[in-house]
């Protein structure tokens, strides 16, 4: 049975940083995407960052480029999620999310699996 297991949310003030761990568990890690989605009430859900675990591409939303960083430790099926500069617009649950195939694949949300997510809240 997959499981993801998030950890790192939390409040934080505007400017801060908060890094959020995924780890995954049941699931043949290699050669696979992971990576994050966020939601807030009222809104669809949307893909934040993403990374293949087999060769390291990753993906990020315009909102967030150059200032989340997306990152694997393949020795502990581990995805990390690293966010600076953080704004109070950013506030939302993210969820971790991971599926077998690539980023295109994972953006669909089709077949992904889901971690119970996270709440993550940016005050001005």
């Known amino acids: 049975q997959v499981q993801l297991v998030e950890s790192g949310g939390g409040s934080v003030q505007a400017g801060g940083s908060l890094r959020l761990s995924c780890a995954a568990s049941g699931y043949t890690y290699a050669s696979n995407c992971m990576g994050w989605f966020r939601q807030t009430p009222g809104k669809a859900r949307e893909g934040v960052a993403a990374?293949?675990?087999?060769?390291?591409?990753?993906y990020y939303a315009d909102s967030v480029k150059g200032r989340f960083t997306i990152s694997q430790d393949n020795a502990e099926n581990t995805v990390y999620l690293q966010m600076n500069s953080l704004k109070p617009e950013v506030t939302a649950i993210y969820y971790c999310?991971?599926?077998?195939?690539?980023?295109?694949?994972?953006?669909?949300?089709?077949?992904?699996?889901w971690g119970q997510g996270t709440q993550v809240t940016v005050s001005s």
């Open positions: 990374i293949y675990t087999g060769g390291g591409s990753t």
């Open positions: 999310a991971a599926t077998h195939g690539g980023i295109g694949s994972w953006l669909t949300q089709n077949n992904n699996y």
